[in-house]
């Protein structure tokens, strides 16, 4: 409360040291300004070791910690003691903010705390922009680059301000590493380089056993398999501690591994047969592989299947499968060996290949998958014969057939019975081929006689590995059955008769030309005529095909024969062929006929008549004789005499005349008186008959055979004259 002093005043109106006012808490060293109501008093203290006044101004200045009490004065007037007011103060021992210590540099984001060695003070900043403080901790945080000055305030009590304390903090732009980029894998062996947009780092590796760094450059190298990190660091200054920035950097391996087998190699013969693959394509590496493609140069176009592979996870197998149509050059090499590769993707896009597979059946690594193929050589020879139409030669043809599975060459045919020794130059005989070739045959009468021609043929040839593979010739290709050519056999026989007549005309001389028109050898000819009465056996005589025998006999003609004119017959002849058949023919005019031989006998009918007249005594008749004679070959018949004079129309019924015969027929003229007055009679007769064929035969008279002169008979004159009166 308000110090007070009292003083009695007389009655005077006292003076009035007004009221005081002012802060009544100061601290030592402060200052506080006194006032009163009333001016024109003085001021003084009640201990100036505590507190000192400006008795003008009132200005109250704290000198130690404690209360004193100041006085207003008013100097009294009339007799009036000073009016004085008082008014306590306190003064108070000024707070201390003590020491502040703490960095002073700190980074952007970055922090440090500041201490005093005063507690209980709070912590503020001059530029809450640059930096922060925790009121409490004294924890500073940096937020721009600056300078800030961090007080720590000691609240003041009693009249006493604030006691601060002051320390700058200077705040640093924290370095940046920057932005790291840079492929985050790499394959063991191979490198890959880190970047950062911030020039100046450091590079290091958290592990040296999976990848290396280069600690300029940021270039790394794949050791092991795993995944690491790579620091990029940037020294920190003014406070602020290293930038660092890390990146992951995995390390794979990346390899592929290719295994072929051949499902089917135990059926695969020859060639056109397809050896079916399953190739096993194995990811052996750590990483992932894409678009894997195997490739195989055996491998039948298209085959492949699946023709790539999209993706295929570390340590996975997949299997692709492939075909081979083996090629008859194959077959022939005994085997097919080639190998698969395949080429990927490894995740950075590098190719990662296995040029070579492995054939999983053998201990060595990366060989060739090898199918062997079973030599089997083989040849056939179908040997046929076709006989000749004529029955002379066989045309044979061989058929040579490659039955094996690889390629036969310098091929060689060979027939002993044929002479055939042929090199077939330049060719080959693939497997399933064939080749014919052709040999004529001419046959020994031996063969025809035999009725077939019996015998084999050779083959020999060489395979790829210059063996030689034959066969005997067979009927088909599967046997070697000697090839039985039919010879049929065709015994023929000839009997060609013909006659000549002799000049005489009264025999015939037969030639019989015996021909073996066959094809087999005739023995045992026995030739027979029954007209001539002709058995006879040509003992020791065989005929071989087209050769032939005359035999010859003679014919007697009877006057049947020449009256016929002509003798017609027909001589058989038999002959044995080799098998003891009987082989004929009945005669005829030519080889290719039985026409019975007709040997001709002319017909020469001849007739004469010969007319003699003897006159009868009396001189009135005439007894004619007529003389008929044959005097031809051929018997006359139907013989008819004629004589006009006489009136003679005669038939000589039933009467023939063989040749040479005659017959005398007669007939008597009565004499004219012409006649008597002619002195003879002079006249022919004539004779008509009918030879065999029935032709007319004719004479007219004559005085002998040889003439036709008329018959003239004298009649004598005997004129005589009587007289009778």
């Known amino acids: 409360a308000d110090a007070t002093a009292t003083r009695t005043v007389n009655v005077t109106t006292a003076p009035s040291a007004g009221i005081l006012s002012g802060t009544q808490a100061i601290c030592v060293a402060g200052t506080t300004t006194f006032s009163s109501t009333v001016t024109g008093g003085a001021w003084s203290t009640s201990d100036a070791s505590i507190a000192t006044v400006n008795a003008t101004t009132g200005v109250v200045t704290g000198v130690a910690a404690g209360t004193a009490t100041i006085t207003y004065t008013v100097a009294g007037s009339g007799g009036c003691a000073d009016a004085t007011a008082t008014r306590t103060v306190n003064v108070t021992t000024p707070p201390s903010a003590g020491t502040l210590s703490g960095t002073q540099a700190i980074c952007v984001a970055g922090t440090t705390t500041f201490s005093s060695t005063v507690t209980g003070g709070a912590w503020s900043t001059s530029d809450a922009s640059i930096a922060t403080v925790n009121a ?73 056993n999976i990848a290396t760094v280069n600690t300029t ?133 590098n190719d990662v290949e296995d040029e070579k597979s492995d054939d999983p059946s053998t201990s060595t690594p990366n060989d060739p998958t090898i199918v062997t193929i079973t030599s089997a050589p083989k040849i056939t020879l179908v ?7 004529d029955g002379n030669t ?22 002993t019975k044929l002479g055939l020794n042929r090199t077939l130059t330049g060719i080959s005989l693939a497997p399933g081929a064939n080749r ?74 037969y030639s019989f030309l015996i021909t073996n028109t066959g094809n087999v050898t005739l023995n045992n000819i026995v030739l027979t005529d029954t007209k001539l009465g002709l058995n006879r056996t040509l003992t020791g005589i065989s005929l071989a095909p087209g050769a032939n025998r005359t035999e010859t ?39 290719t006929n039985d026409t019975p031989t007709e040997t001709a006998v002319p017909a020469n009918p001849k007739i004469t008549l010969v007319k003699s007249g003897v006159l009868s005594s009396d001189g009135n008749t005439i007894s004619y004789s007529f003389l008929i004679t044959n005097t031809g070959n051929v018997t006359l018949n139907n013989i008819v005499l004629t004589d006009t004079k006489l009136g003679l129309n005669r038939t000589l019924t039933g009467i023939s005349l063989a040749p040479g015969a005659n017959r005398t027929e007669t007939a008597t003229y009565t004499l004219t008186q012409a006649d008597k007055d ?3 009679v002079t006249n022919s007769a004539d004779v008509n008959a009918k030879d065999p064929s029935a032709a007319n035969v004719t004479d007219k008279s004559g005085t002998t055979g040889t003439n036709d002169t008329p018959t003239e008979t004298a009649v004598p004159a005997n004129p005589k004259i009587t007289l009778v009166k």
Request: aromatic residues 4%; proline residues 3%.
């Open 383 to 389: 040997k046929s014969g076709v006989l000749s139409s």
């Open 553 to 591: 006999a003679t014919y007697t003609l009877t006057q049947a024969d020449k009256d016929a004119g002509k003798v017609t017959n027909s001589a058989d002849v038999n002959a044995k062929d080799p098998s003891a058949a009987n082989v004929t023919d009945k005669s005829g005019t030519t080889g």
């Open 217 to 349: 450059t940021g270039v790394i190298t794949g050791v092991s398999a795993g995944t690491t990190t790579i620091n990029y660091t940037v020294t920190g200054s003014g406070g602020c501690a290293n930038a660092i920035v890390s990146r992951t950097i995995t390390v794979y391996t990346a390899a592929i591994n290719l295994t072929k087998k051949a499902n089917n190699a135990a059926l695969v013969t020859k060639a056109g047969d397809v050896i079916n693959y399953s190739i096993e394509v194995e990811n052996t590496g750590t990483s992932t592989l894409t678009n894997i493609i195997v490739t195989d140069a055996g491998a039948d176009p298209g085959s492949i299947n699946p023709t790539s592979i999209a993706t295929l996870a570390a340590g996975a197998k997949t299997t692709v499968t492939a075909q081979h149509t083996l090629t008859q050059t194959e077959v022939d090499a005994g085997s097919f060996s080639n190998q698969a590769s395949a080429k990927g993707k490894d995740p950075l896009g």
């Open 394 to 415: 066989i045309s044979y043809s061989f058929l040579i057939t490659n039955t094996g599975n690889v390629t036969l060459n310098n091929i060689v045919l060979t027939d």
């Open 678 to 680: 002619a002195g003879k």
């Open 136 to 208: 409490t901790t004294g924890v500073v945080t940096g937020v721009a680059a600056g300078t800030a000055t961090i007080t720590y305030t000691v609240a003041g009590s009693g009249g006493c301000a604030d006691a601060t304390a002051t320390r700058t903090v200077n705040v640093t732009t924290p370095p940046s590493a920057g932005t790291l980029a840079g492929v985050q894998i790499t394959s063991v062996g191979s490198t890959t380089t880190f970047t950062s947009t911030v020039t100046g780092g450091t590079w290091s590796t958290n592990d040296a």
């Open 436 to 509: 014919t070739e052709t040999a004529t045959y001419t046959l020994t009468q031996a063969d025809k006689d035999a009725g077939k021609v019996t015998n084999s043929a050779d083959v020999n040839a060489k395979d790829p590995s210059a063996a030689n593979v034959t066969d005997k010739s067979g009927t088909t290709g599967t046997n070697d059955t000697p090839t039985e050519t039919a010879v049929p056999a065709n015994p023929k026989i000839t009997l060609v008769k013909s006659g000549v007549l002799s000049s005489d005309g009264n025999t015939i001389s």
